[in-house]
């Protein structure tokens, strides 16, 4: 199970992974330095500090970091994740004003996955809120959820169906992203101005909807026609587009507007127009 956290406002992506929680390492290095480029500085960090070397390959009593899967807006990819032993040990080499109350959030993380393990429901509702402290209204918060529950019975369908995790999920990703918004991920990622943020995260509600429209006809057509492997699945993947793009020309004519727009959710300097909270 994976999902995102908040430490300070800042995303985490962490997973559930044989009984404890292992977090993204370049999502900390980020929180820690506000970095704008976390993957290099971590790479200058152990050119500098040879026992974290160590640790990385599982030194003394350090558990050595895993790549785990995450959904991210080209599919899902394997992450550099660590576990709480291990971050800790990160947070040590990093000269960072946030570590010791970010040591406070690693504790207070670990104390609500015990609750969430009594009561599921909590679990949803720490994700909604989550949402809200980032400013997006309870339609948006509504509409990313659904999306992603679209998502994961579309992805289960691959997994079930000979498409591989990884390449093949991203492929036909794109497949059906390019067919119902006419822009690849890369390019709508690139008009909104992100870089490592996830796409769907920065959707605007109509964004959202017709993802899940040509997501959930695709799923369905796949279905239909029992695609097994990726060759036939790109059919379906494609078709199902197909029938969320005719959706959004038709909504655009009625309309005037664009559907996919440059708008995010990002900082004013760093994005030209923002969607509203």
């Not at 985490?12 to 999502?27: G, I, K, L, M, T």
């Not at 009593?61 to 790549?67: K, Y």
């Not at 040990?89 to 000269?95: C, K, S």
């Not at 920065?202 to 993802?211: K, N, V």
Request: contains cysteine; positive net charge; hydrophobic residues 35%.
């Amino acid at each position: 199970m994976s999902e995102m956290a908040l430490f300070e406002e800042h995303p985490v992506r962490r997973a559930f992974h044989e009984e404890e929680w292992w977090f993204v390492v370049s999502d900390i290095v980020g929180v820690l330095t506000d970095s704008p480029n976390p993957s290099d500085y971590l790479k200058k960090l152990r050119k500098r500090d040879s026992s974290l070397v160590e640790a990385f390959k599982g030194g003394g009593q350090t558990v050595p970091p895993l790549a785990l899967p995450f959904e991210t807006a080209g599919g899902i990819q394997k992450l550099q994740c660590w576990n709480v032993p291990g971050i800790l040990r990160l947070v040590q080499a990093i000269p960072s004003p946030k570590a010791e109350p970010f040591k406070r959030w690693l504790a207070k993380v670990g104390y609500e996955r015990l609750q969430e393990l009594a009561d599921p429901a909590l679990a949803l509702e720490r994700t909604r809120q989550n949402w809200r402290n980032l400013g997006r209204s309870e339609k948006w918060i509504t509409q990313r959820m659904t999306g992603q529950e679209t998502r994961n019975k579309l992805t289960d369908y691959w997994a079930a169906h000979e498409v591989k995790q990884g390449q093949e999920f991203a492929i036909l990703t794109n497949i059906i992203h390019e067919e119902w918004s006419g822009v690849s991920v890369k390019k709508h990622k690139d008009l909104k101005g992100l870089e490592s943020q996830n796409l769907r995260d920065h959707m605007s509600e109509a964004e959202l909807i017709f993802t899940a429209l040509a997501e959930l006809s695709t799923r369905q057509i796949a279905e239909t026609t029992e695609a097994l492997g990726l060759p036939a699945n790109k059919k379906a993947a494609k078709t199902g587009g197909s029938i969320s793009k005719r959706a959004r020309l038709d909504l655009e004519s009625k309309t005037g507007r664009k559907v996919v727009t440059e708008e995010s959710y990002l900082p004013p300097l760093k994005s030209n127009t923002r969607l509203k909270p």
